[in-house]
């Protein structure tokens, strides 16, 4: 069965995450106002800190997420790499499905254990020694918020498994419902004084909600073809040796990210203090949420984009991918320039206990994001076709943001400009150019032919 994404499920997209990212924007101010310097610092090394653990996923989730596509699609068989050619019109391989469903409760509560014990040392000994005065209140806030990590990762399965057939608009759902609890109770407990102790709880008890709620809606969406007792023709160790090598490939990409993106965080923590992390922490966060926006549309399509990649459907995967790269240009652009040109203003107007970085710097950082998420959607898309070409780039780009920024704090004294430029002349080198041109390349398009494409269906059919 073909994925086909809907203007429905379209909508739901936006709404769930404008809903999500609105959350957050909304949230801001009351974690700006309620939280001190230092506990706004303090917050997004918990952060920070949880995208690291997360790399325990290994790739795992995006790699089941296409898998579950591919089968859902009506493949017979997976392949370890490249995709299996299928007839418009194929049934879903629910024995694969199943299959696939079985190992990954396996591997996630492998993962789990593995980032359990992660956390509960060496995590939990870098956050006591940044706690300025070792208060207490902070280490427990850090306990329970490590509870909701390893939570969060056993049942992360789920969200990737309600995507992979296509169920944009349920997936949406179940994060409209999450995303308010935790912003209605979190906004109750800061008003009563339950600072990062109340933040932690609800991203734990939202988190458990998102996951519980998405295997309610995959369960009832396959119905009782999947609950009846389905042959699992596929064992654990066959399904594990065919996802592994991509998984093993997008793990690694995915610590590349993360010592791309994440870990200027700790190094500014570790070396500039927490009130120069909560700036950075920020300016960071509220540049993240324009980049989430600007790829909503292609987040959505990515079911649909896998599918049409195993149909051979060439003209519908074109078509979607410049619909949706168009619009994170043109949303990212617009978004960027009025974080550099307003953010300051409103943070000053609410009173904020911190502030963004100053302006000159702010438009170095939003180059540096700009160019990131560029790149980083067109390596995705590469992902589609089940290969995953840019292990070595992403880690050694990784390393050569780590030792540059090192080499910055320690014999500059640039600071956290430092930081910036380490990421962005080392995306520059390679990243940032490199995979845009294997896509144009691949599909003998260029920007020019996106642009053009975009602008002739707007004229015959609006998005």
């Not at 709620?213 to 396959?222: I, P």
């Not at 150019?433 to 015959?460: C, G, H, T």
Request: aromatic residues 12%.
């Amino acid at each position: 069965m073909a994925v086909n994404i809907t203007k429905k499920d379209i909508a739901w997209n936006y709404m769930g995450n404008t809903l999500n990212i609105g959350m957050g924007i909304l949230l801001l101010p009351a974690i700006l106002l309620m939280l001190t310097s230092q506990e706004i610092g303090l917050w997004y090394v918990f952060a920070s800190m949880s995208a690291l653990v997360f790399l325990v996923d290994f790739g795992f989730s995006p790699t089941i997420l296409r898998n579950i596509t591919y089968s859902w699609s009506g493949v017979k068989e997976l392949l370890p790499e490249g995709t299996q050619h299928i007839e418009l019109d194929g049934k879903p391989n629910l024995s694969l499905l199943k299959s696939i469903i079985i190992s990954s409760k396996k591997i996630y509560l492998i993962l789990t254990i593995i980032s359990g014990i992660l956390l509960f040392s060496f995590g939990t000994c870098y956050i006591y020694g940044l706690l300025p005065e070792k208060e207490i209140e902070y280490l427990i806030a850090w306990l329970i918020y490590s509870m909701a990590i390893i939570l969060n990762l056993y049942y992360s399965y789920w969200t990737p498994l309600l995507k992979g057939i296509g169920a944009i608009k349920e997936a949406n759902q179940v994060l409209i419902i999450s995303r308010l609890i935790y912003f209605i109770f979190s906004i109750i407990g800061l008003v009563f004084g339950g600072g990062l102790i109340w933040l932690s709880l609800m991203y734990l008890v939202s988190g458990l909600l998102l996951r519980i709620l998405s295997k309610v809606y995959f369960l009832r969406l396959l119905g009782d073809d999947y609950q009846q007792d389905i042959e699992v023709r596929y064992n654990f160790k066959t399904i594990f040796s065919i996802i592994w090598p991509n998984a093993k490939k997008s793990g690694i990409v995915t610590i590349g990210a993360w010592l791309i993106t994440r870990s200027t965080t700790l190094l500014c923590a570790t070396y500039l203090g927490l009130e120069m992390t909560a700036q950075y922490g920020l300016s960071l966060q509220i540049m993240g949420i324009v980049g989430s926006f600007s790829s909503l549309l292609f987040n959505a399509y990515i079911p649909e984009i896998a599918s049409s990649r195993v149909s051979h459907n060439a003209k519908r995967y074109n078509q979607i991918f410049s619909r949706a790269i168009t619009i994170q240009w043109v949303v990212g652009l617009i978004g960027l320039l009025g974080v550099i040109l307003l953010g300051p203003t409103v943070l000053s107007l609410i009173g904020s206990n911190s502030t963004l970085l100053p302006s000159s710097i702010l438009v170095l950082l939003g180059i540096v994001l700009y160019l990131e998420w560029n790149h980083s959607t067109f390596a995705t898309l590469i992902t589609m076709s089940n290969t995953v070409p840019f292990v070595r780039a992403s880690i050694y780009s990784g390393i050569g943001i780590i030792v540059s920024s090192l080499v910055m704090l320690n014999f500059t004294t640039m600071g956290i400009l430092g930081l910036i430029i380490s990421q962005g002349v080392v995306q520059l080198v390679y990243n940032n150019w490199r995979w845009p041109r294997w896509v144009f390349k691949e599909n003998n398009s260029s920007v020019y032919k996106i642009l053009k494409a975009s602008i002739n269906e707007i004229k015959e059919k609006p998005i």
